[in-house]
C-alpha cells in the first residue's frame, strides 16, 4: 500500500534513540537490499577521518548536540547519489526536525524520488534507557547489539562479519541519553504529526526480540508481496 511508481524502497526510519532502528534499518538493508544511511554513523565517519568537519563535530556530538542542518543536508544528498543506494535507502537519525523533513521533501523531489513510507518505532523510555546503556557496535561492519536485547549469537564474535572487535560509543551516558530524549520530544517528534499528514507514518510497536519487531515492520509495511 505504500509503494510508490519510483523505482527502489525509499523509507526514513524513525524513532526515540535507543528504540533500535539502526538495528531494524540493518535488517531490511539485508532482506531488501537498500542502503542503510545513518546520520550518525556518517558524522562519526567524518570525525574519525580527523576532517575539518570532524574536528567542529566531535565536541559537539561529544556533549549530545546534534549537527548543524547544512552539514548533514548536504551529506545525505551527495550520499544518496551513490551507487550502492540505486535500489533505494533507508534514512536513519534523519530528518530530526520539521526544517529538515520539508528540505528532504524537496530534495527528493528534485531528484524524482518519492519517500514510500516513515517507520516510526515505539518503546517506552525505561526500557530506552537500559538499552542505550548496554549497547556496542561492530568496528568492522557497524552491526550494533545490546547486552540484554541483541547478543551476538557467539559470544565476542559478530553474527554479520565474523568480526570480533566491538565498540561503545563515547556519547552513551545516562546524562547524554536523557538529554538526546528531551530533544527528541521538542524537536524531532513534530515531524511524526508531518508525516501523519501526508499519509506515509507506519508506527510499530518496538518492544521486544529484533526478530519479532522486524516481522511486525514487514506485516505493516506489507513489503514481501511488493517486492
Ligand atoms: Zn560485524
Given amino acids: 500500500m505504500f509503494i510508490g511508481q519510483n523505482k527502489g524502497l525509499h523509507l526514513v526510519i524513525t524513532g526515540a534513540p535507543g ?21 550518525g554513523e556518517m558524522l562519526r565517519d567524518e570525525i574519525r577521518k580527523g576532517s575539518e568537519v ?39 537519525g534523519f530528518p530530526r526536525t520539521i526544517k529538515q523533513a520539508e528540505f528532504l521533501d524537496g530534495m527528493l523531489a528534485e531528484k524524482g524520488i518519492k519517500l514510500d513510507a516513515v517507520l516510526e518505532i515505539l518503546v517506552p523510555d525505561e526500557i530506552i534507557v ?12 557497524g552491526e550494533n547489539y545490546s547486552d540484554k536485547f541483541h547478543k551476538p549469537k557467539v559470544a565476542g564474535v559478530c553474527d554479520i562479519c565474523g568480526g570480533f572487535k566491538f565498540s561503545k560509543r563515547l556519547d552513551d551516558t ?36 529484533v526478530d519479532v519487531v522486524a516481522a511486525r ?10 517486492l
Avoid at 546534534?66 to 535507502?89: H, K
Wanted: one cysteine or more.
Fill in 217 to 226: 515492520i514487514d506485516k505493516l509495511l506489507n513489503l514481501k508481496e511488493h
Fill in 19 to 39: 528504540t533500535g532502528k539502526g538495528t531494524q534499518a540493518g535488517v531490511l538493508k539485508r532482506e531488501f537490499g537498500i542502503c542503510h544511511l545513518s546520520a
Fill in 130 to 141: 537500559d538499552r542505550i546503556m548496554g549497547r556496542y557496535t561492530c568496528v568492522t561492519c
Fill in 174 to 209: 545516562r546524562e547524554t541519553v536523557e538529554k538526546r530524549l528531551v530533544k527528541y520530544r521538542d524537536f524531532t517528534y513534530p515531524t511524526i504529526s508531518y508525516y501523519r499528514d501526508k499519509g506515509v507514518l507506519c508506527s510499530v510497536d518496538g518492544n521486544g526480540t
Fill in 54 to 92: 570532524g574536528k567542529k563535530l566531535e565536541p559537539l556530538l561529544a556533549g549530545g548536540n546534534f549537527a548543524p542542518d547544512e552539514l548533514i543536508i548536504e551529506m545525505v544528498s551527495r550520499r544518496i547519489e551513490e551507487a550502492d543506494c540505486a535500489n533505494g535507502f533507508i534514512l536513519d
